[in-house]
């Protein structure tokens, strides 16, 4: 018997699939070309968040409400169902709460009317469980024609298992209440609709796309008949609809406002008078985080607009490396690469010339910047030479960390300096590990952990693009990941890149590649075979050619990409 119709076409709805579930949606009107009407009550739904459309019965579908809302408040929401929740909120008519109270009735309790929805959820899943327990083992094969839920309902026959004594959980099963809090996005958009675009954004229901209008949307695409033939086409269409995710430009340093985490560690200043070298992407929060725990900071960086700012929370500005030594008891450098590293040290008004007219002794040099053992060597011994102390001390974590004064530190060297450093360090890093007094086992230390990270970056976006090229859902891989022993903060934050197409910078993925070329070339002399850090790098090589040198490390899916 088919439910009650109380639908109509432009109703705000949160709509159940199969084994999913409910999920903001609207009532639309089917597509012109649809071959026959349902057997079932079922309306044609629109999902927000992911833009997809299928047949749903009537008993899946409830009212959008206040209490659907409430009823994900307290839970972790995806990108996707943020998303969706945002355009269901801004399609939802203005006099909404008023409606609602008209339509409710004034012998009816309020505790009354806010479970009858739940109601509906609970009897929906105590009817999904119990199904489920009937069956032994039912395969189930979804063809990727119309997302109609029938497609999902032709199972081949039950396969036989061996015969042993089954144990009766039925009971157990029944009366266990059904898991609201579980989360599953309802419908899985087909490949070749993925929008080559850099972030997921809401359009309003009256703005026309190029394949459908309001009143009709788009109809599902159409598939061949074997999953072959499906999964070649769907790789051809992405590679002929590939586009460029635009570089989004990085948020502004707000130099006004304290990280509430670096407040909370209380940070006692050091007496000594600070020289910070490098103004890029992570000097900036390294200068403001020092600032704010009252250091006296005196900056200097190649172009000079950057220093201005730090001008008006305290720092002074340096016109040459050179006098930000004579100037400073502690000179740290945090630039881009060795290259850069060198110049200044050894360049026309560097490091060394202010070391010249200082007394042997007095100035300590810290640098945080990646490089390779050779190069610290050789600049440790530079330094060395006119008098001054040399502590390599590269910084390893992301944007985000060093926003939050959570960078690992890795030392080697002078350990007086990494001791006069306490203060400096404890401000802007979670951990200061000093490893020797070696020079180049910091750096060498440093190169291995960043080549581990950048592996995983690499393996994880290669299972992304297989999980793709299969037909399955990225959201349920990284679900599943989140619920194994790998999962890692890292991994969840470039899965969650990969799945939104929003590669903004928080580790630069032309210095993640540097540092794994570095780690190779650090192998030459040793026969270490680096078989998957080799082919790592060669992920992040097809990505650079792409021109996605200045995006996020999670931008090598592009690279691993069919």
Request: with cysteine.
């Amino acid at each position: 018997m088919a439910a009650k119709k109380d639908f109509n076409i432009g109703d705000l709805v949160w709509a159940k699939m199969k084994c999913f579930p409910f999920w903001p949606a609207k009532i639309v009107e089917p597509p012109s070309d649809t071959k026959s009407t349902p057997k079932k009550a079922r309306r044609y739904v629109f999902f927000f968040g992911s833009q997809n459309y299928a047949w749903i019965q009537d008993e899946n579908i409830v009212h959008h409400s206040e209490e659907m809302l409430q009823s994900t408040s307290n839970k972790k929401k995806s990108t996707l169902l943020k998303l969706a929740i945002k355009q269901i909120t801004e399609d939802a008519p203005k006099q909404a709460k008023s409606l609602l109270k008209e339509k409710e009735s004034p012998e009816k309790s309020p505790e009354a009317s806010t479970s009858g929805t739940q109601n509906k959820i609970a009897k929906v899943q105590r009817k999904k469980v119990k199904t489920e327990s009937q069956k032994v083992r039912k395969k189930v094969v979804p063809k990727r024609r119309d997302m109609d839920e029938s497609e999902y309902e032709r199972t081949s026959p039950p396969q036989k298992l061996s015969e042993r004594p089954a144990e009766d959980f039925s009971d157990l099963i029944n009366n266990t209440p059904p898991n609201l809090n579980y989360k599953r996005i309802a419908v899985i958009r087909p490949l070749e609709e993925h929008p080559p675009t850099t972030t997921p954004t809401p359009s309003p229901p009256s703005t026309p796309s190029p394949s459908s209008t309001p009143s009709t949307p788009s109809p599902p695409p159409t598939t061949t008949s074997t999953s072959t033939t499906t999964i070649t086409q769907s790789s051809s269409s992405r590679i002929r609809s590939r586009g460029y995710f635009e570089l989004l430009p990085l948020p502004i340093v707000d130099i006004y406002v304290p990280n509430e985490s670096v407040r909370a560690k209380n940070v006692i200043p050091s007496s000594k008078e600070i020289g910070f070298i490098g103004l890029g992407m992570m000097g900036q929060r390294l200068v403001k985080n020092l600032l704010m725990c009252n250091h006296k900071v005196t900056v200097w960086n190649r172009t000079p607009e950057k220093c201005v700012p730090f001008t008006k929370i305290g720092a002074e500005i340096a016109q040459t490396p050179s006098d930000v030594v004579e100037k400073c008891d502690i000179i740290i450098c945090c630039v881009s690469g060795p290259y850069a590293s060198k110049c200044l040290v050894f360049g026309n008004c560097g490091i060394l010339s202010g070391l010249d007219r200082s007394p042997p002794g007095s100035k300590s040099y810290v640098e945080m910047t990646t490089l390779d053992p050779t190069t610290s060597i050789d600049i440790a011994e530079a330094i060395s030479r006119k008098g001054g102390r040399y502590l390599e001390a590269p910084i390893s974590g992301s944007r985000k960390m060093a926003e939050d004064g959570n960078l690992l530190i890795l030392s080697a060297g002078d350990k007086e300096v990494f001791l006069s450093c306490e203060s400096v360090f404890f401000t802007l890093s979670k951990n200061a590990y000093y490893l020797s007094s070696d020079i180049g086992s910091g750096s060498k230390m440093n190169l291995i952990v960043s080549m581990l990270m950048g592996v995983s970056s690499a393996a994880l976006a290669e299972s992304m693009a297989f999980v793709e090229s299969c037909n399955l859902s990225q959201i349920n891989f990284m679900e599943i990941i989140e619920l194994g022993p790998i999962c890692s903060p890292h991994l969840l934050e470039k899965g969650q890149a990969i799945m939104s197409r929003s590669f903004d910078t928080n580790n630069t993925l032309k210095y993640q590649q540097r540092d794994i070329s570095l780690a190779l070339n650090l192998d030459n002399d040793r026969g270490q075979p680096m078989s998957v850090t080799t082919a790592a790098n060669e992920v992040f090589k097809r990505a650079r050619l792409r021109n996605y040198s200045d995006h996020d490390v999670s931008a090598v899916f592009l690279g691993a990409e069919y």
